[in-house]
């Protein structure tokens, strides 16, 4: 069974579905954070040499194993060249 199918049939039970869906918005910020490091063509290393922290700091982060500060979400944009903002929400 490919990913995708998995994915489909996880997400065909509602309860699944409920949880899948309350994480898009952490999964969103964790796709933005990997495009703005490809972006800036940097490895984990790089970056976290940047920030002046850890590799292991920087994975922990791009893998949502963490609960970032503002500061920190900041620090990263920067240290890949972009500004942070937030948006309103659209519903």
Not at 16 to 23: F, R
Request: charge should be positive; include cysteine; aromatic fraction near 6%.
């Amino acid at each position: 069974m490919n990913l995708q199918k998995l994915k489909a049939r996880a997400l065909s039970d509602p309860q699944v579905k409920a949880e899948y869906d309350n994480l898009e918005d952490e999964f969103k910020l964790i796709n933005q954070l990997l495009s703005m490091r490809a972006q800036a063509g940097l490895t984990q290393e790089q970056l976290a040499k940047r920030m002046h922290t850890s590799k292991s700091n920087i994975s922990r982060l791009e893998r949502g194993n963490t609960n970032p500060s503002w500061a920190t979400l900041v620090k990263y944009a920067h240290a890949c060249g972009f500004e942070l903002s937030l948006t309103p929400h659209k519903a």
